[in-house]
């Protein structure tokens, strides 16, 4: 599988925006630079003219950026190569299968992220494992939207949790997150496909870290398979996309319970009530 890698340049005011935009383009890994912006999608999967109309809503002048194609067979090495360590907190370490972990921390996940999103480095991934850190996940059933790397939904096992699903679009998100769940010893169930693809069950717990556009659209779906007294966590999104998620949030009768932030990304935690 052949890769899409998009290098831009942006001053660093504007690198989080970018990476914004660019996910709302279809990217999926990114890495920042001296002078802007790396971004990751599967070639298959890349639409220029998406890419240059999301960029195009930045403010100020007119951003730059290249495109080149990246082998599939050379994004392993490049992550052993360029991959660290993430620690969040005292909470959690996570620690690619190629590195040893430190002591001192309560959960050590070894992820290897190849092309999924999610391994701790970006803030929103940080945000939702601080809520999972003050949320009953001790004996919960637990369903991770858009797993990525499958680093929340593993993390949950490791917390406790009964049953842990992970749903994402993407194929290689599938593969990769069966693979973390086997170095974890984490029995995930993982199904592809989008919210329409939850399985008519109860869940006490629902995790979701995606752009804020599909959030909106697939509350409803979230809500829908809450048990009752359950949570709903979401992050993916700026602090000023908080107002219409709350606002959406409310319309289905989810209570507002936490919010975190940092660096303007935010994570939500509401509540189905009873």
């Not at 709302?24 to 890495?31: D, I, P, S």
């Not at 890349?46 to 990246?70: D, F, H, K, N, S």
């Not at 690619?96 to 701790?120: A, Q, V």
Request: aromatic share 8%.
């Amino acid at each position: 599988m052949d890769y899409i890698e998009a290098r831009v340049t942006a001053p660093e005011a504007l690198r989080e925006p970018v990476m914004a935009l660019m996910a709302e383009a279809g990217f999926m890994a990114f890495e920042e630079t001296d002078t802007g912006i790396l971004g990751y999608v599967e070639a298959a999967a890349y639409e220029p003219e998406r890419l240059t109309a999301q960029l195009a809503l930045l403010p100020g002048p007119a951003v730059e950026w290249q495109i080149r194609e990246v082998p599939g067979q050379n994004w392993n090495a490049y992550w052993e190569s360029n991959y660290p360590s993430v620690q969040v907190d005292r909470l959690c370490q996570v620690v690619p299968s190629f590195r040893e972990p430190e002591p001192g921390f309560r959960y050590t996940l070894r992820i290897d992220p190849k092309m999924s999103f999610g391994t701790g480095h970006h803030e929103t991934t940080r945000l939702m494992m601080r809520q999972l850190d003050l949320l009953p996940v001790q004996g919960a059933q637990v369903l991770d939207m858009g797993c990525g790397t499958g680093i929340l939904a593993i993390l949950a096992w490791k917390m406790g949790a009964a049953s842990v699903t992970g749903i994402d679009i993407d194929s290689w998100c599938m593969e990769n997150a069966a693979e973390n769940a086997a170095i974890n010893s984490t029995p995930l169930r993982l199904i592809q496909g989008d919210a329409s693809a939850i399985p008519d069950e109860a869940y006490s717990m629902i995790l979701a870290n995606i752009t804020c556009n599909i959030l909106l659209a697939d509350l409803h779906a979230y809500a829908a398979r809450l048990a009752p007294g359950g949570w709903l966590v979401l992050s993916g999104f700026y602090e000023t996309d908080v107002p219409q998620l709350a606002g959406r949030a409310a319309e289905l009768g989810l209570l507002p319970v936490r919010t975190l932030e940092e660096n303007r990304w935010t994570a939500l935690a509401f509540r189905q009530p009873g």
